[in-house]
Nanobody, 119 residues
Framework: QLQLVESGGGLVQPGGSLRLSCEASGSMFSIEAMGWYRQAPGKQREWVAT?????NYADSVKGRFTISRDNAKNTVYLQMNTLKPEDTAVYYC???????????????WGQGTQVTVSS
């Protein structure tokens, strides 16, 4: 069974750093893109960053967050620096994966990891 598993969330003070990881496991042919979204309490889920043919960031995190991938490990990372209280949210990993060469691209989601920025 294909799944995405996130790790690395936690509590950090404003100005601090955290690194999130997300590993895709199971039977798959290829991963076309991986990215991160977040959802704060009472708000809709929002896009944070994507690593595919290019790397893109939401304006709110540009210059502070860095997305990277280790294709050999089917893993995507999100290095978050200079964290602010408004970065507090559940962070979700997302990946577009082909299960076989002739399969369509399907979007998969992780279970989410909590990031809390507070003094």
């Amino acid at each position: 069974q294909l799944q995405l598993v996130e790790s690395g969330g936690g509590l950090v003070q404003p100005g601090g750093s955290l690194r999130l990881s997300c590993e895709a496991s199971g039977s798959m042919f290829s991963i076309e893109a991986m990215g991160w979204y977040r959802q704060a309490p009472g708000k809709q889920r929002e896009w944070v960053a994507t690593s595919g043919g290019s790397t893109n960031y939401a304006d709110s995190v540009k210059g502070r967050f860095t997305i990277s991938r280790d294709n050999a490990k089917n893993t995507v990372y999100l290095q978050m620096n200079t964290l602010k209280p408004e970065d507090t949210a559940v962070y979700y990993c997302n990946a577009f994966i082909k299960r076989a060469s002739t399969s369509p691209l399907v979007s998969y989601w992780g279970q989410g990891t909590q990031v809390t920025v507070s003094s």
